[in-house]
């Protein structure tokens, strides 16, 4: 259980780096984003989070917002899989 756990914490925190990585490549040059093969890679790596926050999120939230909102889910969720990950090997000291 423990290793699932680190797994998919793992797992979150690539996407999120992802999203970071998308941020400050494109603060660089806003408007040629797009063009730039840096931040092209983090978006295919960081697309499924997006997509899944957009899907879960009302439509009254922008779309130009979706990404921050993906990133504060990635984030919540990797220090609550970092607290699960703790008290299951806690509980189990055989792991």
């Known amino acids: 259980m423990a290793f699932a756990l680190l797994a998919l914490q793992t797992l979150v925190l690539v996407a999120g780096l992802a999203l970071l990585g998308q941020a400050l490549v494109g603060a660089f040059n806003w408007p040629r984003r797009r063009q730039n093969l840096v931040w092209r890679l983090f978006e295919v790596i960081a697309s499924p989070v997006v997509k899944f926050v957009r899907l879960i999120t009302p439509k009254v939230v922008l779309d130009?917002?979706?990404?921050?909102?993906?990133?504060?889910?990635?984030?919540?969720?990797?220090?609550?899989?970092g607290f699960e990950?703790?008290?299951?090997?806690?509980?189990?000291?055989?792991?």
């Open 64 to 81: 130009q917002h979706i990404p921050i909102a993906a990133f504060m889910v990635l984030f919540f969720a990797y220090f609550w899989l």
């Open 85 to 95: 990950h703790r008290s299951s090997c806690r509980t189990d000291t055989s792991q």
